[in-house]
Protein backbone atom coordinates (compact mmCIF):
# COMPACT_ATOMS: atom_id res chain seq x y z
CA UNK A 1 0.00 0.00 0.00
CA UNK A 2 1.23 3.38 -0.75
CA UNK A 3 0.59 6.76 0.70
CA UNK A 4 -0.45 10.41 0.09
CA UNK A 5 0.59 13.23 2.60
CA UNK A 6 -1.63 16.30 1.92
CA UNK A 7 0.98 19.47 3.04
CA UNK A 8 -0.25 22.00 0.38
CA UNK A 9 -1.53 24.99 3.00
CA UNK A 10 0.38 27.78 4.03
CA UNK A 11 -0.47 27.22 7.76
CA UNK A 12 -1.52 30.63 7.88
CA UNK A 13 -3.53 30.13 11.57
CA UNK A 14 0.10 28.89 12.71
CA UNK A 15 1.66 32.54 11.59
CA UNK A 16 4.14 34.28 12.67
CA UNK A 17 6.02 30.79 12.95
CA UNK A 18 5.28 29.29 9.47
CA UNK A 19 6.39 33.04 7.92
CA UNK A 20 9.58 31.56 6.98
CA UNK A 21 8.79 27.26 7.64
CA UNK A 22 6.01 25.49 6.26
CA UNK A 23 3.63 23.66 8.93
CA UNK A 24 4.63 20.44 8.11
CA UNK A 25 8.41 20.45 9.30
CA UNK A 26 8.23 22.79 12.20
CA UNK A 27 10.20 21.11 14.83
CA UNK A 28 8.07 18.67 17.33
CA UNK A 29 10.93 18.14 19.94
CA UNK A 30 13.47 18.88 17.76
CA UNK A 31 11.95 16.36 14.97
CA UNK A 32 10.47 17.72 12.06
CA UNK A 33 7.09 17.10 11.94
CA UNK A 34 6.48 15.18 8.87
CA UNK A 35 9.26 12.73 10.22
CA UNK A 36 6.29 11.41 12.92
CA UNK A 37 3.75 11.13 9.87
CA UNK A 38 6.72 9.12 8.27
CA UNK A 39 6.99 6.47 10.75
CA UNK A 40 3.58 6.16 11.40
CA UNK A 41 3.38 5.26 7.64
CA UNK A 42 6.26 2.66 8.13
CA UNK A 43 4.77 0.56 10.93
CA UNK A 44 2.09 -0.85 8.22
CA UNK A 45 4.62 -1.49 5.62
CA UNK A 46 4.15 1.52 3.19
CA UNK A 47 7.53 1.81 1.43
CA UNK A 48 6.24 4.70 -0.70
CA UNK A 49 5.15 8.15 -0.11
CA UNK A 50 3.69 11.26 -2.29
CA UNK A 51 4.29 14.93 -0.64
CA UNK A 52 1.39 16.43 -2.23
CA UNK A 53 3.31 19.79 -2.10
CA UNK A 54 2.43 23.78 -2.35
CA UNK A 55 3.97 26.32 0.23
CA UNK A 56 7.85 26.32 0.10
CA UNK A 57 8.14 22.81 -1.58
CA UNK A 58 11.83 23.34 -1.91
CA UNK A 59 12.15 23.46 2.31
CA UNK A 60 10.17 20.18 2.49
CA UNK A 61 12.29 18.84 0.25
CA UNK A 62 15.79 20.05 1.72
CA UNK A 63 15.04 17.71 4.80
CA UNK A 64 13.38 14.75 2.98
CA UNK A 65 15.28 14.43 -0.41
CA UNK A 66 14.45 10.85 -2.22
CA UNK A 67 13.77 9.47 1.49
CA UNK A 68 16.48 7.77 1.32
CA UNK A 69 17.60 8.54 4.70
CA UNK A 70 14.07 7.20 6.25
CA UNK A 71 14.45 4.27 4.58
CA UNK A 72 11.26 4.82 2.07
CA UNK A 73 10.76 7.15 -1.01
CA UNK A 74 9.78 9.91 -1.61
CA UNK A 75 7.36 11.48 -4.49
CA UNK A 76 7.05 15.08 -4.86
CA UNK A 77 3.33 16.44 -6.65
CA UNK A 78 3.59 20.06 -7.05
CA UNK A 79 0.45 21.99 -7.12
CA UNK A 80 0.97 25.05 -9.49
CA UNK A 81 -1.97 26.29 -7.84
CA UNK A 82 -4.36 25.70 -4.97
CA UNK A 83 -6.54 22.55 -5.99
CA UNK A 84 -8.30 21.53 -2.55
CA UNK A 85 -8.17 18.59 -1.10
CA UNK A 86 -9.55 16.30 -3.51
CA UNK A 87 -7.27 18.27 -6.11
CA UNK A 88 -4.21 17.59 -4.39
CA UNK A 89 -5.27 14.02 -4.71
CA UNK A 90 -5.99 13.79 -8.18
CA UNK A 91 -2.75 15.44 -8.51
CA UNK A 92 -0.69 12.91 -6.66
CA UNK A 93 -2.70 10.19 -8.45
CA UNK A 94 0.09 9.08 -11.42
CA UNK A 95 2.19 8.01 -8.42
CA UNK A 96 0.00 5.79 -6.76
CA UNK A 97 -2.40 4.81 -9.76
CA UNK A 98 -3.87 1.17 -9.35
CA UNK A 99 -2.70 0.98 -6.26
CA UNK A 100 -5.11 1.47 -2.56
CA UNK A 101 -3.74 4.10 -0.61
CA UNK A 102 -3.38 5.44 2.45
CA UNK A 103 -3.66 9.73 2.93
CA UNK A 104 -3.28 12.05 6.04
CA UNK A 105 -3.54 15.46 6.12
CA UNK A 106 -0.26 16.76 6.66
CA UNK A 107 -1.14 18.57 10.02
CA UNK A 108 -2.53 15.81 12.33
CA UNK A 109 -0.58 13.94 15.12
CA UNK A 110 -2.97 10.62 16.05
CA UNK A 111 -2.46 6.75 17.31
CA UNK A 112 -5.30 5.48 15.04
CA UNK A 113 -4.07 1.57 14.17
CA UNK A 114 -3.67 1.53 10.67
CA UNK A 115 -3.74 -1.93 10.56
CA UNK A 116 -7.39 -2.28 12.37
CA UNK A 117 -8.29 0.33 10.16
CA UNK A 118 -6.90 -1.50 6.64
CA UNK A 119 -8.53 -4.61 7.91
CA UNK A 120 -12.04 -2.70 8.93
CA UNK A 121 -11.81 -1.58 5.48
CA UNK A 122 -10.88 -4.86 3.70
CA UNK A 123 -13.57 -6.51 5.79
CA UNK A 124 -16.35 -4.77 5.06
CA UNK A 125 -15.10 -3.87 1.20
CA UNK A 126 -15.31 -0.47 1.60
CA UNK A 127 -14.72 2.28 -1.74
CA UNK A 128 -13.66 4.33 0.84
CA UNK A 129 -13.00 4.96 4.93
CA UNK A 130 -12.78 7.37 6.88
CA UNK A 131 -11.04 7.73 9.98
CA UNK A 132 -12.95 9.53 12.83
CA UNK A 133 -12.25 10.60 16.42
CA UNK A 134 -14.60 12.13 19.17
CA UNK A 135 -14.17 15.55 20.34
CA UNK A 136 -15.52 17.99 23.27
CA UNK A 137 -16.62 20.69 20.75
CA UNK A 138 -17.34 19.25 16.97
CA UNK A 139 -19.09 22.50 16.00
CA UNK A 140 -15.64 23.74 14.51
CA UNK A 141 -15.16 20.93 12.62
CA UNK A 142 -17.01 18.54 9.79
CA UNK A 143 -18.93 15.99 11.33
CA UNK A 144 -19.27 12.34 9.77
CA UNK A 145 -22.00 10.42 10.75
CA UNK A 146 -22.66 6.87 10.84
CA UNK A 147 -25.08 4.15 11.02
CA UNK A 148 -25.01 0.85 12.83
CA UNK A 149 -22.99 -1.04 10.81
CA UNK A 150 -20.36 2.12 10.69
CA UNK A 151 -21.35 3.31 7.31
CA UNK A 152 -21.20 6.78 7.06
CA UNK A 153 -24.10 7.80 5.96
CA UNK A 154 -24.55 12.20 5.91
CA UNK A 155 -22.14 14.80 6.41
CA UNK A 156 -22.53 18.04 7.83
CA UNK A 157 -19.79 20.92 7.83
CA UNK A 158 -19.35 23.07 10.68
CA UNK A 159 -22.84 23.14 12.01
CA UNK A 160 -24.30 25.40 14.78
CA UNK A 161 -24.47 24.51 18.28
CA UNK A 162 -27.94 23.12 17.69
CA UNK A 163 -27.61 21.46 14.62
CA UNK A 164 -24.49 18.70 16.46
CA UNK A 165 -26.30 15.00 16.10
CA UNK A 166 -22.87 13.34 16.80
CA UNK A 167 -19.35 14.31 18.19
CA UNK A 168 -17.64 12.04 15.23
CA UNK A 169 -15.46 14.02 13.11
CA UNK A 170 -13.01 13.71 10.09
CA UNK A 171 -9.73 12.84 11.95
CA UNK A 172 -7.78 13.23 8.43
CA UNK A 173 -6.57 9.51 7.72
CA UNK A 174 -8.42 7.89 4.78
CA UNK A 175 -8.28 4.95 3.14
CA UNK A 176 -9.04 4.46 -0.84
CA UNK A 177 -9.35 2.24 -3.24
CA UNK A 178 -8.18 3.48 -7.00
CA UNK A 179 -11.77 4.10 -8.08
CA UNK A 180 -12.58 6.96 -5.93
CA UNK A 181 -9.66 8.88 -8.30
CA UNK A 182 -12.53 8.36 -10.51
CA UNK A 183 -14.12 10.96 -9.05
CA UNK A 184 -11.91 13.75 -9.14
CA UNK A 185 -11.34 16.03 -12.03
CA UNK A 186 -7.82 17.10 -13.31
CA UNK A 187 -6.37 20.09 -13.04
CA UNK A 188 -9.31 21.69 -10.77
CA UNK A 189 -9.81 23.03 -7.32
CA UNK A 190 -11.89 20.32 -5.41
CA UNK A 191 -12.77 19.43 -2.45
CA UNK A 192 -13.15 16.52 -0.55
CA UNK A 193 -15.53 17.29 1.95
CA UNK A 194 -18.16 19.26 -0.03
CA UNK A 195 -17.61 17.51 -3.37
CA UNK A 196 -16.18 14.07 -3.55
CA UNK A 197 -17.54 12.24 -0.08
CA UNK A 198 -21.18 13.27 -1.04
CA UNK A 199 -20.97 11.91 -4.58
CA UNK A 200 -19.51 9.01 -3.26
CA UNK A 201 -22.67 9.09 -1.18
CA UNK A 202 -24.74 10.06 -3.90
CA UNK A 203 -24.13 6.86 -6.05
CA UNK A 204 -23.98 4.69 -2.93
CA UNK A 205 -20.28 3.63 -2.72
CA UNK A 206 -19.75 1.64 -0.01
CA UNK A 207 -18.20 4.65 2.96
CA UNK A 208 -16.73 3.13 6.29
CA UNK A 209 -16.00 5.22 9.28
CA UNK A 210 -13.52 3.85 11.95
CA UNK A 211 -13.98 5.51 15.35
CA UNK A 212 -10.90 5.81 17.28
CA UNK A 213 -10.85 6.56 20.75
CA UNK A 214 -7.62 7.33 21.34
CA UNK A 215 -5.07 10.26 20.99
CA UNK A 216 -5.97 13.32 17.79
CA UNK A 217 -4.53 16.19 17.79
CA UNK A 218 -3.91 18.85 14.88
CA UNK A 219 -0.88 21.59 14.88
CA UNK A 220 -2.47 23.90 13.43
CA UNK A 221 -2.76 26.78 15.85
CA UNK A 222 0.31 27.84 18.15
CA UNK A 223 -1.34 26.58 21.21
CA UNK A 224 -2.17 23.67 19.55
CA UNK A 225 1.24 23.36 18.49
CA UNK A 226 2.98 24.25 21.99
CA UNK A 227 0.70 21.73 23.71
CA UNK A 228 1.88 19.00 20.99
CA UNK A 229 5.37 19.16 22.91
CA UNK A 230 3.63 18.10 26.19
CA UNK A 231 1.62 14.74 25.06
CA UNK A 232 4.73 14.21 23.15
CA UNK A 233 7.30 14.49 26.30
CA UNK A 234 4.62 13.22 28.89
CA UNK A 235 4.00 10.35 27.11
CA UNK A 236 0.36 11.19 26.04
CA UNK A 237 0.88 10.28 22.25
CA UNK A 238 2.96 7.41 22.78
CA UNK A 239 3.30 5.92 19.18
CA UNK A 240 6.44 6.77 17.05
CA UNK A 241 7.14 9.65 19.54
CA UNK A 242 11.13 8.94 19.75
CA UNK A 243 12.00 11.75 22.79
CA UNK A 244 8.57 10.66 24.88
CA UNK A 245 10.78 11.08 28.34
CA UNK A 246 7.89 10.15 31.15
CA UNK A 247 7.45 12.38 34.25
CA UNK A 248 10.49 13.62 34.66
CA UNK A 249 13.31 12.77 32.25
CA UNK A 250 15.70 15.28 30.51
CA UNK A 251 17.32 14.95 27.46
CA UNK A 252 20.58 16.41 26.96
CA UNK A 253 21.77 16.91 23.40
CA UNK A 254 25.68 16.78 22.70
CA UNK A 255 28.00 19.68 24.13
CA UNK A 256 25.41 21.11 26.89
CA UNK A 257 27.11 24.00 29.19
CA UNK A 258 25.27 24.06 32.26
CA UNK A 259 26.65 27.11 34.91
CA UNK A 260 26.53 26.46 38.77
CA UNK A 261 23.65 26.67 40.46
CA UNK A 262 21.10 26.29 37.56
CA UNK A 263 17.97 23.60 37.81
CA UNK A 264 17.20 21.47 35.34
CA UNK A 265 13.75 19.65 35.68
CA UNK A 266 11.88 17.46 33.62
CA UNK A 267 10.60 16.42 31.23
CA UNK A 268 12.33 18.76 29.02
CA UNK A 269 14.18 18.75 26.26
CA UNK A 270 17.61 20.94 25.39
CA UNK A 271 19.24 20.32 22.42
CA UNK A 272 23.33 20.44 21.21
CA UNK A 273 25.47 22.76 22.72
CA UNK A 274 23.03 25.14 24.58
CA UNK A 275 24.28 27.04 27.49
CA UNK A 276 22.76 27.69 30.64
CA UNK A 277 23.78 30.47 32.40
CA UNK A 278 23.95 30.38 36.16
CA UNK A 279 20.97 30.35 38.86
CA UNK A 280 18.90 29.69 35.11
CA UNK A 281 16.09 27.15 35.51
CA UNK A 282 14.67 24.82 33.01
CA UNK A 283 11.22 23.82 34.18
CA UNK A 284 9.25 20.75 33.14
CA UNK A 285 8.07 21.01 29.41
CA UNK A 286 10.64 23.48 27.95
CA UNK A 287 12.12 22.24 24.91
CA UNK A 288 15.18 23.70 23.86
CA UNK A 289 16.19 23.81 19.77
CA UNK A 290 20.08 23.59 19.29
CA UNK A 291 22.78 26.40 20.48
CA UNK A 292 19.89 28.02 22.70
CA UNK A 293 21.33 30.47 25.34
CA UNK A 294 19.84 31.32 28.24
CA UNK A 295 21.05 33.95 30.56
CA UNK A 296 21.61 33.53 34.52
CA UNK A 297 18.78 33.11 36.84
CA UNK A 298 16.30 33.49 33.58
CA UNK A 299 13.80 30.51 33.54
CA UNK A 300 12.15 28.69 30.55
CA UNK A 301 8.48 26.37 31.40
CA UNK A 302 6.15 24.96 29.28
CA UNK A 303 7.83 26.65 26.08
CA UNK A 304 9.43 25.97 23.08
CA UNK A 305 12.22 27.83 21.63
CA UNK A 306 13.39 26.63 18.34
CA UNK A 307 17.40 26.52 17.04
CA UNK A 308 19.30 30.15 18.39
CA UNK A 309 17.38 31.68 20.69
CA UNK A 310 18.81 33.93 23.01
CA UNK A 311 17.27 34.57 26.39
CA UNK A 312 19.41 37.21 28.34
CA UNK A 313 19.41 37.68 32.35
CA UNK A 314 16.53 37.60 34.45
CA UNK A 315 13.96 36.40 31.82
CA UNK A 316 10.82 34.54 33.02
CA UNK A 317 9.29 32.59 29.84
CA UNK A 318 6.16 30.45 30.64
CA UNK A 319 4.05 29.18 27.91
CA UNK A 320 5.81 31.08 24.82
CA UNK A 321 6.89 29.88 21.35
CA UNK A 322 10.16 31.28 20.27
CA UNK A 323 11.05 30.91 16.62
CA UNK A 324 14.77 30.68 15.19
CA UNK A 325 17.42 33.41 16.25
CA UNK A 326 14.74 35.19 18.02
CA UNK A 327 16.59 37.90 21.19
CA UNK A 328 15.26 38.32 24.39
CA UNK A 329 17.02 40.95 26.65
CA UNK A 330 17.73 41.11 30.34
CA UNK A 331 14.54 41.91 32.03
CA UNK A 332 12.42 41.64 29.29
CA UNK A 333 8.94 40.48 30.04
CA UNK A 334 6.67 38.13 27.84
CA UNK A 335 2.95 37.04 27.91
CA UNK A 336 2.09 33.75 27.98
CA UNK A 337 0.57 32.68 25.25
CA UNK A 338 3.35 35.05 23.11
CA UNK A 339 4.35 33.91 19.81
CA UNK A 340 7.52 35.31 17.92
CA UNK A 341 8.49 34.85 14.34
CA UNK A 342 12.11 33.90 13.49
CA UNK A 343 15.11 36.73 14.35
CA UNK A 344 12.28 38.83 16.54
CA UNK A 345 14.41 40.69 19.04
CA UNK A 346 12.53 41.77 22.58
Given at each position: MKAIILVGGQGSRMRPLTNHLPKNIVPVCGVPFLTYQI????SVGVKEIVFSIGYRPEDIRAVYGDGRRHKIKIHYALEKAPL???GALKNSEKYVKGSPVIVLNGDILTDIPLDKM????RRNKNTATLGLVRVEDPTAYGLVLLNKKSRVTKFLEKPASDEVVTDTINAGVYLFEPEVFDYIPAGKNYSAERALFPNLLKDEKPMGGYVWEGYWQDIGTP???LTTHWDVLNGSFPVHAPLALGTNK??????VKVGAGALLKGPAIIGDGCVIGEGARILPYAVLGNKCVIGKNSTVARS?????VTVGHNVQLDEVVLGRHCKVLDYAKLAKGSVLGDHSKI
Open positions: EYLKGTAIQFHWKYIYRGKGVLWDG
